[in-house]
């Protein structure tokens, strides 16, 4: 049936409709009271307006017929997880910020979580996400001390000796104690930190005098995260309270959301998003953004949104915490989220116009270059890394619409038997592409292999022995300077692609990244057989004790803030637990 008549003969119902390309991908997710009417509107207003980029590009539809709106929300929602269209507000993975919380017990301790424990005695957060937020959560533990173990062990702990845990391990800890440390955690969290500032720099001092340099600097390097993770701005709310401002900026068919997270009225950091915009309501946007943010995260005590977000269309749980910005603290600081949301579009067109482009444009570029025969609007790239026939780590970074898909990442590690790239790629594509096969995940439009025609040949013996022979697959090859050189086509032709300098930087970024994504691998490999072989000089401790360790931790950090129940049970041996923990001790 022609896209006409299915627009024509939708039902007048509450559902979910979604948009499909040439590609049969789906493109945009919606929601409807009414299917047929507001389907209808956008043809009807492509009409009268501009032809928007996403009616371009519609050859077809499906919709869902519900019940209820709430049923519509509900089903959109997880469509949009799905399919994840490119016009749809899609956030990344990472969207659920850190916190660390307290935990409500006996002898509560700090936790890092991106999962909000609702049990937990208090929560702080979200936190910007990254290294300061964990350097935040060390801090905390060294100054102010609560459980670092699973309590009652009978002894102390590895962390009571360095100072690190309340003592739970071997005595009865009062309450006095915790809640002097909480308040003092409080304290830290509204911003007044000289007090932990002060610690921390008689410590940095006295590691100096100890001739402990690489201690003071780390405990410098502290002090500078703690300046990071509160810091205040000319700017704050007058009263003590939880709010985010959510603005946004259109330009070019795009939109730039930026949100600023206040805690205790003080900005903590704000997150910012871009996307493509093609006219959708502002309000349904909006309110998509909402639903994926504090899908995983906490809910402030208020937002402040646009005045043209209708406050009435918002989801049940939203209405009761939105608002107009009215107060004059609340305009001046929406003030500054819209100018933040303008330098975010501004700062898109020079990345876009002086290093890579716009995506579509490139898929297109790249579409003509390497001969396919549909834009790649999903690709993979794979690359091996070893020394000799060790530490063999093979990767796959993906793309979606243009755009890196971090949360589709993999590595692999491969058995030192295959001893040839070749044997290795195999291995690897084979494991990729079965498991996508079994668990029906996505398929690449187009798979890049990091090099020539044998890892081009690889691929394609793994492909076609699978029955995917409908994948396209290309090559990009460095030259004797390990710099991206030239492509090989479909038809494996070698072609130029510096003659296109936005595609031929968007291409070596993949390529840059594919190596050091495997690269990282590697070394995680190497520094822990390094680890293996410096463990193995512990008396009772042993190979097969070591393995043991190293299935349940990935690092020597995780070993070090394991508890000693949990490593006594790994270990069943005594000696070797008292061995392993003066091993751990003299690290320090």
Not at 140 to 168: D, T, V
Not at 234 to 252: A, G, H, M
Not at 268 to 277: G, M, R, T, V
Not at 302 to 307: A, E, F, G, W
Request: proline share 3%; charged share 30%.
């Amino acid at each position: 049936m022609e896209l006409k008549n299915k627009v024509s003969n939708l039902p007048s119902k509450p559902g979910c409709y979604l948009y499909l390309n040439k590609d049969k991908h789906v493109i945009y997710v919606g929601k409807a009271k009414n299917l047929k009417k507001r389907v209808s509107s956008y043809f009807d207003r492509a009409q009268n307006l501009k032809t928007t980029r996403l009616v371009r590009e519609i050859v077809d539809l499906e919709y869902f017929v519900v019940s209820n709106e709430k049923e519509s929300l509900l089903l959109e929602e997880n469509l949009i997880k799905k399919y994840r269209p490119k016009y749809n507000v899609l956030l990344n993975d990472d969207k659920a910020y850190p916190y660390i919380i307290i935990t409500n017990e006996k002898d509560p301790t700090y936790k890092y979580v991106r999962k909000l424990d609702k049990k937990a005695l208090r929560s702080f957060g979200p936190l910007p996400i990254g290294s300061n937020a964990r350097e935040t959560l060390i801090t905390l533990q060294r100054l102010f001390p609560l459980r670092r173990c699973k309590g009652n062990l009978g002894k102390p702990c590895l962390h009571y000796f360095i100072g690190q845990c309340s003592g739970a391990c071997f005595k009865e800890v009062n309450k006095e104690y915790y809640q002097e440390q909480i308040k003092r955690v409080d304290n830290f969290f509204k911003g007044n930190i000289n007090e932990v500032k002060t610690l921390l720099t008689n410590q940095m001092h006295k590691a100096a005098e100890n001739l402990q340099f690489e201690e003071a600097q780390r405990i410098k390097e502290q002090i500078v995260s703690l300046d990071f993770t509160t810091t205040k701005q000319n700017v704050e709310f007058k009263s003590q309270t939880d709010v985010d401002v959510i603005s946004y900026f259109i330009e070019d068919e795009k939109i730039a959301i930026v949100t600023l997270f206040y805690r205790s009225g003080k900005l903590l950091f704000k997150d910012e998003h871009i996307q493509l915009y093609f006219e959708q309501d502002i309000t349904d946007l909006i309110d998509s953004f909402m639903s994926q943010i504090y899908d995983k995260n906490i809910l402030p005590n208020k937002v402040i949104v646009d005045n043209e977000v209708e406050l009435f269309d918002l989801k049940e749980k939203y209405k009761s915490i939105s608002t107009h910005p009215i107060k004059e603290d609340e305009k001046i600081i929406y003030k500054i989220a819209t100018e933040n949301a303008q330098e975010t579009i501004r700062k898109s067109k020079i990345s876009t116009t002086t290093n890579i482009g716009n995506e579509n444009e490139l898929l297109l570029e790249l579409q003509e270059k390497a001969n396919l025969q549909k834009e790649p609007y999903r690709l993979e790239m794979f690359d091996i890394s070893n020394i000799g026939n060790e530490f063999i780590v093979g990767s796959c970074v993906v793309y979606i619409n243009g755009k890196p898909a971090r949360n589709e990442f993999r590595k692999y590690n491969i058995e030192s038997k295959f001893t040839s790239d070749y044997d290795r790629l195999k291995e690897m594509l084979y494991r990729r592409f079965q498991k996508a096969l079994i668990e029906k995940r996505m398929l690449p439009d187009l798979i890049i292999m990091d090099g020539g025609i044998i890892q081009i040949h690889a691929a394609k013996e793994i492909i076609n022995a699978l029955g995917l022979s409908e994948i396209q697959i290309i090559g990009l090859v460095k030259d004797e300077h390990h710099n991206t050189s030239f492509l090989i086509d479909t038809n494996e032709e070698q072609v130029i692609i510096k003659d296109k300098p936005k595609l031929f930087n968007w291409l070596s970024s993949i390529q840059v990244r594919v190596d050091e994504y495997a690269k990282s691998g590697f070394r995680k490999k190497q520094n822990n057989s390094f680890l293996k072989s410096d463990l193995e000089q512990i008396e009772w401790l042993g190979k097969k004790r070591i393995q043991d360790l190293f299935k349940k931790f990935n690092t020597i950090n995780e070993i070090e803030s394991a508890d000693q129940e949990e490593l006594f049970k790994i270990l069943k041996n005594k000696k070797a637990l008292d061995n392993l923990n003066i091993y751990l001790k003299n690290r320090k």
